[in-house]
């Protein structure tokens, strides 16, 4: 099984701030089989990125993801107060396992 | 726009089969391009994958759960259903259903790569209590 791990465990930043989160695999992902999503309380999980680098739709392009092989990062590029939430990354090269989560808090 | 509702029992008591219904809206459950999953979410903790379902039954589990995890496909009524035998608990969760994407089907073996998990139900949290 591929772990996931992600880190910061919490991310504290301000509005407007630059956000780099990191999802590391415990092995090679294939083809970039690398997704990331957004939860925010009481809600579902909602699709950033796939294939490590391609926005969703609707998904503001301030996010952008990026990473191969074992290392993958998200970032937001300029924070809005409505990006502050708990963002989970999810390999689908083998099976599927998702990362623990990084929460991103408003500092 | 396609939305999914999942539904079924809160409580649920241990040794007891939890059983879950997603009722699939705004496009068909019969698609080709398309597998459908479920996921969960103990409280305050992480997501796990519980295993997927193609509209042709075909299935695909997570090997830790495997041998207590049902799901099956009604498409007459565009639903598919989850079923967890022997449940504990640590089956405590929040139960999520979601379209699975397939990210590439292997021609040499003959299985799908599947792929992310996009839209998501709202979820629906299950006890296991007596």
């Known amino acids: 099984e591929i772990v996931l791990t992600q880190s910061p465990g919490t991310l504290s930043l301000s509005p407007g701030e630059r956000a780099t989160l990191s999802c590391r695999a415990s092995?090679?992902?294939?083809?970039?089989?690398l997704a990331w999503y957004q939860q925010k309380p009481g809600q579902a999980p909602r699709l950033l990125i796939y294939?490590?680098?391609s926005r969703a739709t609707g998904i503001p392009d301030r996010f952008s993801g990026s990473g191969s092989g074992t290392d993958f990062t998200l970032t937001i590029s300029r924070l809005e107060p409505e990006d502050f939430a708990v963002y989970y990354c999810?390999?689908?090269?083998?099976?599927?396992?998702f990362g623990q989560g990084t929460r991103l808090e408003i500092k | 726009q396609l939305q999914l509702q999942e539904s079924g029992p809160g409580l649920v008591k241990p040794s007891e089969t939890l059983s879950l219904t997603c009722t699939v809206s705004?496009?068909?459950?019969?698609?080709?391009?398309?597998?459908w999953g479920w996921i969960r979410q103990p409280p305050g903790k992480g997501l796990e994958w519980i295993g997927s379902?193609?509209?042709?039954?075909?299935?695909y589990y997570n090997p830790s759960l495997k041998s207590r995890v049902t799901i099956s496909v009604d498409t007459s009524k565009n639903q598919f259903s989850l079923k967890l035998s022997s449940v504990t608990a640590a089956d405590t969760a929040v139960y999520y259903c979601?379209?699975?994407?397939?990210?590439?089907?292997?021609?040499?073996?003959?299985?799908?790569?599947?792929?992310?998990?996009?839209?998501w139900g709202q979820g629906t949290l299950v006890t296991v209590s007596s």
């Open positions: 294939g490590a680098s």
């Open positions: 379902i193609y509209y042709s039954g075909s299935t």
């Open positions: 999810q390999q689908y090269g083998s099976s599927q396992t």
């Open positions: 705004g496009g068909s459950i019969s698609s080709s391009s398309y597998y």
């Open positions: 979601a379209r699975h994407f397939l990210a590439n089907y292997d021609i040499l073996t003959g299985y799908y790569n599947l792929g992310w998990f996009d839209p």
């Open positions: 092995q090679s992902v294939s083809s970039s089989y």
